[in-house]
């Protein structure tokens, strides 16, 4: 498990990335709660967007290795690429698992309305998986860090708006309400919307089931080994 | 690179252009997320196909789960045509029947669907053949290539076994020249030089006149096989830059001037035959395409290179390419890790350098 | 002189190939607003006016603020890191050229938002008023947006906390103005959004010079034009002592 611990050494070593890791979450508690829409306090609605944000920076990692020629090394080193990738995505989860952790539980502590909190957290944490994999495939498209980050952000304010994230998705005209289906931010929304009103349990392992769904088709694509 | 690798790009695109379909169709129906959870699950069987190499029968796992969604997502219909592309790929081209047979039965007669599935099929089968043909022209090419690389190697084995040749006949001859002196030349020198001392000490008129005879004997016996050794020493043929002086004086109707420095005994004899073919070459080649009057050759030889030019004053550019015996000798020249260049900008200019090889111990 | 001078049109053509930069200050622009032109349709304001027409105006100056990243990019790039000997060693003044290129930048982050007026205004129909009123105002707070970026790099020795910085300019501006979530009326708030909030500033300036309440509007737009003074004298003591 040496690289899971350098791993986790390097995502947390500068004080800047500590900062935006772990003031986020505990900044997102004390957001404001929306009037009529969304039904859970804002920073609870954008935490989906900010989970991708930080996966796709951590994963810069990877990037990083790449670019430097890391990967090379590592590719003649006896570890293997399956072990290589597992132990720096586990990392990456590990942070965002203490993430949810601080922003469901501290929402708890401080008496926020959050209806389902427990449920909350798993459905925080099965979307963590799905945007690992699929920050891991994004990069697998790059060279280049900072353009794999611009073009990412280009991507997902539009996401944002058309899965449900920033805007209710019964807004939407037909067309964009079906396409936002197709993206994991949808499935995050509906789940919200299930831990809000209550359904039945199917409906919330479909969510899930989803966005593991989603998580293994990231996996597959994005753990292409790549030596530039 | 795989020769086939288009292929497989091409597969990858047609498996991607049939979930478009798939999406698009599901874009028109009534469907609700029933459609994105089949085609994500095909887009992810898809993946693992691309990544990883799966059993051929891996076709089973698209047809279960387009017949288990077809009662929630009608168009899963169209995903079959999907699971024929896969079995037809792999050489199941007859799925085709059962699958279509299954699509007449399940569904009120749609044209379309048995017009996509049957183009499936004939894509998914040209595809499949061209597959195979391109594996099996990659396999005779490595073939070839192997071929090639092993008489690459038989050459290089040649090339060396010439040189212990060379050695070896060198040895030989050394050999004949010191038995030759030591058993003939040096017992009658030795008898002479024996009589000679013993003619000084005998008193005897007639006893000292047989002596000097004998020395007589044998020194003209000594004299004969020194003349018959080095008679046989000295090679029937020219070797070196003899060679080539006499090859420029047989060219005779041409007026070849011939010019050689540096020290000529350096040369080794592959060198030598390899300059000699080359000096040939040009000389045929300006007797037979060139108008010129008067043929420069010049032969360099330094501590580490021989070099062999040879300018005619022509001017005929025609812009021929090299023919075969120029193409042999540029491939003999690079065996020798040597070069051979031509060139026809002004007069025919041949040039031929190799490297010489320090003799080995 | 004359040799920087020379350089614009390069430094115009640069700036015109970085796709990157095109497509975050241009592409997703029309993208989102277009989502807005669908997601909004006939809605109406308070005041009567279609709701999508407050919308585009505020995002097509949201991403005016986004505009001072090129500059940061090229001063960066030519000034401080990959080119910076080359341009030492040009026979040209160094503090003309970093205006040259500044000027360029905010000169192709206008052109963008004219870009996005026209887009809006002809394609989806928003009443924007007068066109040269609204250039104007978008000019300034392109002005503004680059003179803070240009402090940025000038301050802080850190490339990469100053492209960040910028960005939490950029974000904090649209944050505090309310957009992503409404933002509680404290007094503090209230005054940073009336007096120093560029993005409001010139939202208001536009919105005010629609109704035909100028006087407003000049208010407005004075407090831009204070902003850009007072940022331009920070930005020319920083850049004497860095440049």
Redesign the interface.
Known sequence: MTVFHYVLKRSIANKTSLLILFLFPVVAIFLPSGEYWPHLPYGYQYFGIFILFISLKLSGLILEDRMRGIAKKLSIAPISHFSYLAQNLLAYFLILVLQCLILVYGGVFFGKELYQPFWLLILFLTFSMASIAFALMWISFFRNKEISMLIFMSMISVIALIGGVLIPIELLPEVLQKVAITLPTFWLAWGIDWIIFGGEVKEFLLVNGMLILYMFLFLIIGSVKKLH | MRVYERYFRFVIFWRIAQLLILAHLWLLSTTDFEGIVFILLLLIVMSIRIRFSITKWSFLIELILCIAFIPYFPFALYGLAIAIFEAAIVGKWWLFFPITILMIVSHPLDLTLIWYSFLTVIVGNFTYHSMKERKQLEKTLDMERKEKYELERIKMELLDAYFEVEKAAELKERNRISRELHDHLGHDLTGALLAIQAYEQVDNEKQAHGLLEQVKIRLSRSTTRLRNTVHNLTPVTYIGVERLQRIVADAEPLFVEFKYNGNVDNVSSQSWMMLEACLKEAITNVSKYSNATKTEVELDVTETLVRLKIHDNGTVTKKSVNGSGIRSLQLRARTLKGSLTIDRQNGYLLVCVLPLQRRRE | MMRVLRTIPYTLIRMSRDY?TL??LL??PI??IT??Y??LGDMKNQYGDLAFYDTAQLMTLVFQLFGGSIVIAYIQDDLFSARRQRILVAPMSLPLYALSISLCGMFFSIFLGFLLVLFTGVGLNVEWGNVFWVMYIIALLAVLSSLVSLILIFSVKNIK?AE?LSDVYGIGCVVLAGL?????DYPVITFINEYLNPLLLAANAISYAQSNLFSDAYIYMFRLGIGIVITFIIVYVLGRRKI
């Open positions: 990157i497509l975050l592409v997703v993208i989102l989502i807005f669908f997601v906390l960040r992503f979530f409404p933002i509680p």
